[in-house]
């Protein structure tokens, strides 16, 4: 919580540029069925060097891996950063199915900057705002958790699912990043949009639950227990 973000102004598409040369980023990349991009918003240079891995090292991957996106908290960011931003997301969607994923601070956040309707947490507004979003983003997917909850918006519609939610979870900061990791594992696996959420909101809640990331065994085990409702949880 103490961390320096000063030296990520060094983080540049020229500094990329140099150290990609080799094309070893680029040979790991047609080898890959994922990509994931993290943190944008503490990088001051993030939305200019997409733009380079758009037009460079991604260009033309016949692969077409899927990318996986997370902003981070934008409040340092401005309404104009966040909106060249948004621009730049179709970029990636030529190049893979590009999913985006914020809890509801980060989306209501972006839609003010993008002048979409903001208005409330209730399912119904978050369905309405992931809908607007990826519309207006053109990309494959949007996503938007919270704590008890989570929707997602893609071509076939859009879908929310309640979590296991945990009322005194042992921790909470990272719960965000494992529900990413489980999300990302879904699409892999090839599950659609309900049960990639049901997946990732078990993977953020046994985590929430035990302190720690789960392994794949305990994952499922921790599916069946909660289909079971051998799990606590105040949405049962």
Known sequence: ML?????????????????????????ACEKSAALVLTSWSVYPHMTECWKYLQRGPLAGLKNRPRIFLDIADPASRTPEDLTRMAG??????????????????????????????????????????????RERLGIAEVGIHLIKSATAADASGVVTVAGPHCPKPLKSVGAGDRFNAGWLAGALLGLDAADRLLFAVAVSGLFVRNARSGTFPEIIKFLRDWSAGAIDSDNL
Not at 16 to 25: E, H, K, P, V
Not at 88 to 117: C, D, H, K, R, Y
């Open 3 to 27: 961390c320096s973000f000063s030296h990520f102004s060094d983080f540049t598409p020229e500094y990329l540029a140099n150290q990609m040369s080799d094309g070893s980023f680029r040979r």
């Open 88 to 133: 730049a997301l179709a970029g990636f969607e030529v190049i893979g199915p590009t999913t985006l994923s914020m809890n509801s601070n980060e989306a209501n956040q972006l839609a003010g900057a993008l002048g979409l309707s903001a208005e409330g947490s209730e399912p119904e507004a978050l369905e309405c705002l992931a809908a607007q979003l």
